[in-house]
């Protein structure tokens, strides 16, 4: 249990854009920031399974919004609400952004 815990942190993901160019744009640095951070998602929302919801049909800004609600819900208990603690307004935008571009998420 705590390897699948350990595995659904929003821990450091830098590391892995280190060799990015002079040349990347803001929309690359930001599409590579979201596929870093999609990684965590895809552990529950990836297999098709009907246990939680599935993010690839919705609409960018509906996701952007939901994932800010688990964000900003002081009260919140799930695993979501802990989750998104975790991630800055950037980063939830990022995530957005990536998995409702086609072909990425």
Not at 8 to 28: L, M, N, Y
């Amino acid at each position: 249990m705590a390897l699948l815990v350990a595995g659904c942190s929003a821990g450091d993901t830098t590391s892995g854009t280190s060799a990015q160019t002079a040349e990347t744009t803001p929309v690359d640095d930001q599409r590579l920031r979201g596929q870093s951070l999609a990684l965590t998602c895809s552990g529950c929302h990836g297999g098709g399974g009907a246990a939680v919801p599935d993010y690839r049909h919705l609409d960018r800004d509906l996701l952007e919004a939901r994932l800010l609600a688990y964000r900003e819900d002081a009260n919140g208990k799930t695993v979501m609400h802990r989750l998104m603690r975790g991630y800055d307004e950037a980063d939830i935008s990022a995530v957005a952004a990536y998995l409702t571009t086609p072909g990425d998420g």
